[in-house]
């Protein structure tokens, strides 16, 4: 059975750093992207980012391009997303995904969320 | 990054009727378009791929159709279960993006 569970929820300051991990089971990690999503409260979903966990190539929306790191460790099957600078509108629950690829089966998972608050 | 534009934001049916929601892509993304619902407190569920490709467990009520920068997405009957929110997102390019939702709500 494929999961993605995500590290647990998280509060922070403006201006701190979050750290967001996100561990696969039940799939070759290096097979799939990792893509990282967001869902403020009563807003719509916004595509954050991916990396592929083969070689560790990450590319962001041009939204976050410089706050968002995306990171794969291969030796633990876990992804890493780092945002930093955080502001309030940084609320949000994030959630970490396989999607459907151009040039791979189809796998579509998701992680359970994690929910991020910021406030001073 | 590639643009995806839905209409409408939100609409009003009744179960059986017929629904329809349009997704349209700032430039071409070939058939690379996906669609998901969603629910409150839920992640996203995926519906259709490739445009027009039922995801296994779909209702067959469910259908997706267009190419380029124009796609559909059709509910012939709406159930109750139907009631959520739906997004369309693009994976023709590695930088990901999603339309802004459609709420499909009891009229």
């Known amino acids: 059975e494929v999961q993605l569970l995500q590290s647990g929820a998280e509060v922070k300051k403006p201006g701190a750093t979050v750290k967001l991990s996100c561990k696969i089971s039940?799939?070759?990690?290096?097979?799939?992207?990792i893509n990282w999503v967001r869902q403020a409260p009563g807003k719509g979903l916004e595509w954050m980012g991916l990396?592929?966990?083969?070689?560790?190539?990450?590319f962001y929306s041009e939204k976050f391009q410089g706050r968002l790191i995306i990171t794969s460790d291969t030796s633990t099957d876990t992804a890493y997303m780092d945002v930093t600078s955080l502001r309030s509108d940084d609320t949000a629950v994030y959630y970490c995904?396989?999607?459907?690829?151009?040039?791979?089966?189809?796998?579509?998972?998701w992680g359970q969320g994690t929910l991020v608050t910021v406030t001073s | 990054d590639i643009q995806m534009t839905q209409s409408p934001s939100a609409l009003s049916a009744s179960a059986g009727d017929r629904v329809t929601i349009s997704c349209r892509a700032s430039?071409?993304?070939?058939?690379?378009l996906a669609w998901y619902q969603q629910k409150p407190g839920k992640a996203p569920k995926l519906l259709i791929y490739?445009?027009?490709n039922l995801e296994s467990g779909v209702p067959s009520r469910f259908n997706g159709s267009g190419s380029g920068t124009e796609f559909t997405l059709t509910i012939s009957s709406l159930q109750p279960d139907d009631f959520a929110t739906y997004y369309c997102?693009?994976?023709?390019?590695?930088?990901?993006?999603f339309g802004q939702g459609t709420k499909v709500e009891v009229k």
């Open positions: 430039q071409s993304i070939h058939r690379w």
């Open positions: 990396v592929d966990p083969d070689d560790g190539e990450a």
């Open positions: 039940g799939y070759t990690f290096t097979d799939y992207f």
């Open positions: 997102q693009q994976y023709d390019s590695h930088k990901r993006t």
């Open positions: 995904a396989t999607m459907p690829e151009i040039a791979a089966p189809l796998l579509d998972s």
């Open positions: 490739k445009a027009s």
